[in-house]
């Protein structure tokens, strides 16, 4: 699905390849990454809402120490969570590959136009960033969400960078899987763009349902306005720049603020 200098337009069927064999290739794509998150996200889900308790009474963790205690063992087991966590992506550029459209540069994923990218997705991180918190702390307020703490990492030299990394895994994975490469193998499936769109928002809503009704919601309405914008810019490289400042701001900024000020919350 690429365009210059900006729209996408539908890509041909590939060659050779029915289209079961791209729906199998596409469901085991997303059963290797996004899809199983999913169903995980649903079960988490469901425990939360059947345990005693409101939603905000739990928590929902997302960069932890995976060995207490134990700084070096605990950075080797964030760098291999944080690389396992890109194979998907690695996956997606070798089928580009194969199919003959230069790799992740069909989904618009290079350097080609790095201000275009930077630019765009700074102006989309300040404006998805500033209104999913304001809409997180009202869903949380009513209790339709979980408390969420972006990290609990222990206070060593490593904290920041893997949070950085960390955030830059959560944007390559989500917006090459979930919207350029889905949206591209959709499309050669015959899909209508209204159709692809919803699958993509629902997806990405759907794996972020861990977190309570407002991770569902906010995230399926983020999902909306990305697929709308990589239709009309024809690259994913501004909303993985989004998406990673975003969270890079979450992250960092949950970290310097957690106790320090009354209107955040924390568990």
């Known amino acids: 699905m690429q365009?210059?200098?900006?729209?996408?337009?539908?890509?041909?069927?590939?060659?050779?390849?029915?289209?079961?064999?791209?729906?199998?290739?596409?469901?085991?794509?997303?059963?290797?990454?996004?899809?199983?998150?999913?169903?995980?996200?649903?079960?988490?889900?469901?425990?939360?809402?059947?345990a005693p308790g409101g939603l905000q009474d739990r928590a929902a963790k997302l960069n932890v120490s995976r060995a207490p205690g134990r700084p070096w063992l605990d950075l080797a087991w964030q760098l291999f969570s944080i690389g396992t966590a890109l194979l998907p992506v690695a996956l997606v550029a070798y089928l580009l590959l194969r199919?003959?459209?230069?790799?992740?540069?069909?989904?618009?994923?290079?350097?080609?136009?790095?201000?275009?990218?930077?630019s765009r997705g700074a102006a989309l991180a300040a404006a998805v960033g500033g209104t999913?918190?304001?809409?997180?702390?009202?869903?949380?307020?009513?209790?339709?969400?979980?408390?969420?703490?972006?990290?609990?990492?222990?206070?060593?030299?490593?904290?920041?960078?893997?949070?950085?990394?960390?955030?830059?895994?959560?944007?390559?994975?989500?917006?090459?899987?979930v919207v350029g490469y889905l949206l591209r193998r959709l499309a050669q499936l015959g899909w209508t763009p209204l159709a692809a769109l919803a699958a993509s928002s629902v997806l990405r809503g759907s794996y972020h349902l861990y977190q309570?009704?407002?991770?569902?919601?906010?995230?399926?309405?983020?999902?909306?306005?990305?697929?709308?914008?990589?239709?009309?810019?024809?690259?994913?490289?501004?909303?993985?720049?989004a998406h990673a400042l975003i969270d890079i701001v979450a992250f960092g900024g949950y970290a310097l603020l957690a106790g320090e000020v009354s209107w955040l919350p924390t568990a």
């Open 212 to 241: 309570g009704v407002g991770g569902l919601v906010g995230n399926m309405a983020m999902g909306v306005l990305f697929v709308l914008l990589y239709r009309r810019w024809g690259r994913v490289g501004p909303l993985v720049a």
């Open 3 to 50: 365009a210059e200098p900006g729209r996408t337009v539908d890509p041909p069927l590939l060659p050779g390849l029915s289209p079961r064999t791209l729906r199998q290739e596409t469901l085991l794509v997303l059963g290797l990454s996004l899809g199983a998150s999913a169903v995980s996200a649903l079960i988490s889900f469901v425990g939360s809402v059947t």
């Open 132 to 177: 999913g918190l304001l809409f997180y702390l009202a869903v949380w307020s009513v209790g339709g969400n979980l408390t969420v703490v972006p990290e609990s990492l222990p206070s060593v030299w490593w904290k920041f960078p893997v949070l950085i990394a960390s955030a830059l895994q959560n944007a390559l994975l989500e917006e090459v899987v």
């Open 99 to 118: 199919e003959g459209a230069g790799g992740l540069r069909a989904i618009g994923l290079d350097r080609r136009r790095p201000m275009f990218d930077l």
